[in-house]
């Protein structure tokens, strides 16, 4: 194994036994991931069909079918593993085969009816008694706060993608092509620098279409004076970015537009400024909203103001008006508040930022937030 994946695997196995010790905590004796996110956070296999059986003694036992087997035992050389089909109905019987009373922690967020009837079966055919419990969010909850290695790839993701949205701004030429176009102009861009994938569908509505949050980009052709909305994201190595900007295509912006993207502007400052270690996934959300409310605008901004990000686009914590919980130490979050008018348009601005022990956040899309006014 070479220096990295050394490296990677001491941290994968650093994860197993902080989940171990969760598990102990929570007095299971074992826990059945079938979260193919989870698999990969704990064990680096990126698969479209994996298992882990953890104990709480934190001895791993990792099931894929034959696809992934040679990628597994590369990246997974210190967990024992079972190449099968049914995986985590596999596991489930492994576990059962143990013998005596055990408590198996199962994700329930992760398991479909027909999964888990099948995994039932499978207990239920051995002699073993075994008691399945919620495991909950668990690993999601691991996940929350990265480590440095993780902070990286995801800082590197963020500086792909703002490479080539600064390309597509440079080139300009917005004015008669669709929204389709150019969103496939900025995923090129993204590949272009490094990217292993878009971390979503890109989003580019223009004109009335950016008063549409989750718009999806469509055949309308970008007219002067349109605003243009885009939020998108390049994956690398697993990890998501996500960053929102709005500019203003070949015309001074006209008096409501500025107004909108000024006070979005400011929200998402006040926003930024609010992460800190400590600070209320609540209170982070109320320090964008307020400014958004004040102005009189409460009834045009219906999303949560941000959310985590990392090997999936959406993930632990939560920033919205109802969130629970606090910032911690290296957590990864979003920053995204936004106006939308419908039928006129709207404005989003949002940044990617690690929250940090030592004070003010780190920002991973330093992209300009200033109102542009791009090349027709």
């Known amino acids: 194994m070479d220096g990295e994946g050394y490296e990677m695997a001491e941290t994968h196995a650093r994860r197993r036994a902080e989940l171990a010790r969760r598990l102990v905590d929570d007095k299971l004796d074992a826990a059945l991931v079938t979260s193919l996110v989870n698999v990969r956070y704990l064990t680096g296999l990126d698969s479209s069909n994996a298992a882990l059986l953890l104990a709480s003694d934190g001895s791993a036992v990792l099931a894929t079918d034959s696809r992934y087997s040679t990628a597994a035992k590369a990246v997974a050389e210190d967990v024992e ?3 099968e089909r049914g995986v985590a109905t596999s596991l489930a019987t492994r576990a059962a085969k143990a013998g005596g009373s055990l408590r198996l922690g199962v994700e329930e967020q992760a398991v479909t009816l027909e999964l888990w009837e099948s995994m039932r079966a499978a207990l239920d055919a051995e002699a073993g008694a075994v008691e399945t419990v919620h495991l909950g969010r668990a690993v999601e909850q691991l996940r929350a706060v990265k480590d440095e290695d993780e902070l990286g790839l995801l800082a590197q993701a963020c500086a792909i993608s703002c490479r080539a949205l600064e390309d597509l701004w440079a080139a300009g030429g917005f004015a008669g092509r669709t929204e389709k176009e150019i969103a496939r102009d900025l995923e090129w861009r993204m590949f272009g620098h490094g990217a292993d994938a878009v971390a979503f569908e890109t989003i580019v ?4 279409n950016s008063a549409v949050p989750h718009h999806r980009p469509t055949e309308r052709v970008v007219e002067r004076g349109d605003l243009l909305k885009i939020d998108f994201g390049a994956a690398y190595r697993g990890y998501h970015a996500d960053c929102t900007r709005t500019s203003v295509v070949g015309a001074e912006p006209q008096d409501w537009q500025r107004e909108i993207y000024d006070l979005v502007a400011a929200a998402q400052q006040a926003g930024v400024d609010a992460v800190a270690v400590g600070a209320g996934c609540m209170s982070v959300d109320h320090a964008s909203r307020a400014i958004i409310d004040d102005a009189g605008y409460k009834e045009n901004f219906g999303h949560g103001t941000g959310h985590g990000v990392g090997l999936e686009v959406h993930e632990a914590p939560t ?3 109802s969130a629970a919980g606090t910032l911690a130490d290296r957590m990864a979050v979003t920053v995204e508040p936004g106006i939308y008018l419908p039928g006129r348009g709207g404005v989003r601005i949002e940044d ?18 200033d109102l542009l006014i791009l090349d027709a």
């Open 319 to 321: 920033l919205g008006y």
């Open 205 to 208: 509505a223009t004109g009335p």
């Open 81 to 83: 593993l079972m190449v």
């Open 352 to 369: 990617t930022l690690a929250v940090r022990a030592s004070g003010a956040s780190e920002l991973f899309t330093p992209t300009t937030k």
